[in-house]
């Protein structure tokens, strides 16, 4: 099963998890990255609000193509109860049709947010076989990492069915 995880990480957390899923998986990995300047306080703010305003972003140069792969890992932190703007411009600028997706989210609440429903719609629809979200993963590495390898397990089970 070729696998791709494709990601956008401002701080670490959701770095963190993709590199976990890849290393258990056996992927490649894409990191996104945003050419716009968001960090310190400003950063912050900056981020926020291009949220919640549903912006696109610049990014850099993609290493690989999703079309070469079984299965597609698409991860982002929430922002504003949002998908980043790196995340919705790598959707929006890839093709997954030859693909299965999988999609998680990495946030500081437990709360159910809608990102997921946002990838779904960018993507027309695509149906993702699995979800996964973790809150502070960082703070609590022992416990993600067993979240993600119990993941994974179901993921790579759902695609070799
Ligand atoms: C601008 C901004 C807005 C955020 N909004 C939310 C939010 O609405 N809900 C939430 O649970 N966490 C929110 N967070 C926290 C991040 O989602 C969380 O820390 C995430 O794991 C960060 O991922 P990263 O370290 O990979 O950048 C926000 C963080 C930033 C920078």
């Known amino acids: 099963m070729r696998t791709l ?3 956008y990480s401002r701080s670490g957390n959701t770095r963190f998890v993709a ?3 890849a290393d ?13 300047d968001r960090s310190g306080p400003i950063g912050w703010i900056k981020s926020g609000i291009h949220a919640t305003l549903e912006l696109d972003t610049e990014i850099e140069k993609l290493e690989y193509s999703p079309s070469n792969y079984d299965l597609v ?6 922002w504003n109860k949002r998908i980043t703007p790196a995340m919705r411009t ?12 999988a999609f998680f989210n ?3 609440s437990d709360k159910t947010q809608n990102t ?14 699995s979800t ?21 397990r179901e993921v790579k089970s759902q695609v070799i069915e």
């Open 90 to 101: 790598y959707l929006k600028k890839s093709n997954f049709s030859n693909s299965e997706i």
């Open 132 to 152: 996964l979200v973790l809150s502070k993963a960082l703070e609590n590495k022992k416990e993600s990492e067993k979240r993600i390898r119990k993941w994974c």
């Open 5 to 7: 995880v494709a990601y």
């Open 73 to 78: 890992i698409l991860g982002s932190p929430v």
């Open 116 to 129: 997921f429903g946002t990838m779904k719609d960018i993507l027309e629809g695509k149906e993702p076989i």
């Open 24 to 36: 258990f998986l056996g992927a490649d990995v894409e990191e996104v990255i945003d050419k716009s």
């Open 106 to 108: 990495t946030n500081d």
């Open 19 to 21: 590199e976990n899923i």
